[in-house]
């Protein structure tokens, strides 16, 4: 590459504004084409009345999960459920999964047989089938793809741009714990690298570990939207963390959104954690991302279908301010909201 | 891990090798699944005539690629091609491709982008829609996951299974010039290495370096199948070299095969460049890997309907004796035909 010539690194871009200019002069030829790029998944119909809905991520060692302290069936079965929950983020049922991965000499294959078994449990809990992968190999560290497809009736689906003022924001579970989970990761693998003998103290902090470490995705929730007959009006994951999915949806939708602090669910745990590191468990339920959750809106009258089921949370509504997306703290004041989802490339990684 | 147990190295089995016992207790549970690992594609269908395929592959530099002497736009290209390949040699059509990437920060958003325009020229070039993806950083190094996906009517489907005793061995193109191209490649590198003043001479060399370089997937060739009718008893795409790949066939088939070393098809650069390297240019012909090309078998009288077709060489045919696959030399002496197809494991890459 010639010097002179100004280049612009990846970490002034991050991730999303990379993958739009990259992105932007895409064109769509094939009427099979229903959604491209720009939601969980992509949107596939051939002929008869089912669509097929794909999505594909890449989890890479050192950056996405560090083998450390990440078991590895354990991470076999968080590289499906990613995955899985992309699908369920567009209403859809996941039926396959593809694998790869790329390994060093330093694995064995014993090593990735306790992977697989991450993945068949994936599998069995979730009703889907491996179709396919690839193999090969890495000059250092692991490198996994999964692509994950389902189907789904084409009303069905729900994508990030039909929020309409007015409707509820709902999210499922409790937000945080994942990422309270890693700083505790985090935190005790620094303490056992200046003292090898001291033992991790795990009790009272099982739930933030699982949702890290073997996190689940809602395929439950689509089940009883499918059984109330709902069809929410925008649907999302929330894998970056809550700020950046409800901008995400606000954007694609032509809306804004207010959420209350007071409404967000945060696990007892999570809270814990978080002021025993000094941190306000706001902080963690708003911006920690990998708690796969579902984020969706629903007008009020369809919400009343499932107002009793306590797994779902309403958080805030829809509103007609296209540039205003607020966080309303307890005492009522409106913070905006911006995007701290985690960005791979802001952490500018250097060449080893 | 513990060191007592006897753990088992990746290069001792092999990429075949490992998938197998990685999957061999892999559970179908979806009726949507029409076919699983173990083809060039899996087979899918939700409803409707229409069947979706879907394949997939990841690039690893320093294993499939070396940036010393490949041009990022060619580099985009070929991992499109390679995985359009896949989705052909089921007879089917690729309609949408994902592309994943992750990247060390050595990589700028100059880089990226020239890797984006390959991918748009095969996605316009083969008439395919680029539909989603995912980008992260790595630590070290470029990977590159490509997912293709394709539809094809279930009776037109193609099978690594359906080889019959009888048929005639098809194989599209020519053999042997990607890898000659690859050694071509590797030797002006060393050249270079050791005097950077050296300008390599590329002339009459053009057509081997292409074909290593910038392959083409074969649609012309289903195209040409489609418009006479013809389905193959069994299909299968050279990635890996035609002994490998024949091999594949007979073993999923239950047959034998006799290839003819004197009908092998070898371009004139190819010859050339093997002569120059004192290598029998049989050797690249049937052990050389990444031509792409479409190997099939058909009926004799099926044969028939495109024998006037100058791209498509019949080199042998298929036997009912399943342990015997021969490739009979010039003088008539059978040699037995063994995988020395590429295995990445092979190379026993070290933790750098």
Chains 1, 2 share one sequence.
């Not at 692509?147 to 309409?164: D, P, W």
């Not at 470490?213 to 929410?232: F, W």
């Not at 985690?342 to 060449?351: A, G, I, L, V």
Request: with cysteine.
């Amino acid at each position: 590459m010639e010097q002179k010539k100004k280049f612009t690194e990846l970490w002034e871009l991050g991730e999303f504004r990379l993958i739009d200019l990259l992105t932007e002069n895409n064109k769509i030829r094939n009427k099979s084409t229903l959604m491209g790029i720009g939601d969980d998944a992509a949107v596939i119909r051939y002929d008869g009345q089912k669509t097929t809905v794909i999505t594909t991520d890449l989890l890479v060692e050192g950056i996405h999960f560090d083998l450390a302290y990440t078991p590895l069936k354990y991470l076999g079965y968080k590289a499906v459920i990613v995955n899985l929950s992309d699908v369920y983020a567009m209403n859809a049922l996941p039926r396959q999964i593809t694998f790869s991965f790329a390994v060093s000499n330093k694995f064995t294959y014993e090593a990735l047989k306790e992977i697989y078994e991450g993945i068949y449990q994936a599998c069995e809990q979730y009703n889907v089938d491996l179709v396919g992968g690839d193999s090969t190999s890495s000059r250092k560290g692991l490198f996994i793809s999964v692509t994950a497809i389902g189907e789904a009736q084409e009303k069905e689906l729900t994508f990030r741009s039909g929020a309409k003022p007015g409707d509820l924001i709902c999210v499922s579970g409790d937000l945080g714990g994942a990422y309270m989970g890693l700083l505790l990761l985090e935190r005790e693998k620094k303490i056992i690298k200046q003292n090898p003998q001291v033992q991790p103290d795990w009790e009272g902090k099982d739930y933030i570990l699982r949702r890290q470490l073997r996190p689940e995705a809602r395929g439950d929730i689509i089940e009883l939207l499918h059984d109330k007959n709902i069809v929410p009006n925008a649907m999302i994951d929330i894998s970056d963390g809550l700020s950046s999915e409800i901008l995400h949806i606000c954007q694609r939708s032509g809306v804004g959104a207010k959420i209350l602090e007071e409404r967000l669910p945060i696990h007892e745990q999570t809270k814990e954690m978080a002021l025993e590191m000094n941190l306000d468990p706001t902080i963690p339920a708003i911006n920690g991302g990998e708690d796969y959750e579902l984020l969706f809106t629903l007008p009020v009258d369809e919400f009343a279908k499932i107002k009793d089921y306590p797994d779902i949370h309403v958080i805030g509504n829809i509103t007609d301010k296209p540039t205003e997306v607020n966080l309303i703290m307890r005492d009522g004041t409106p913070i905006p909201i911006t995007a701290q989802g985690w960005n791979s490339y802001d952490e500018r990684p250097f060449e080893e």
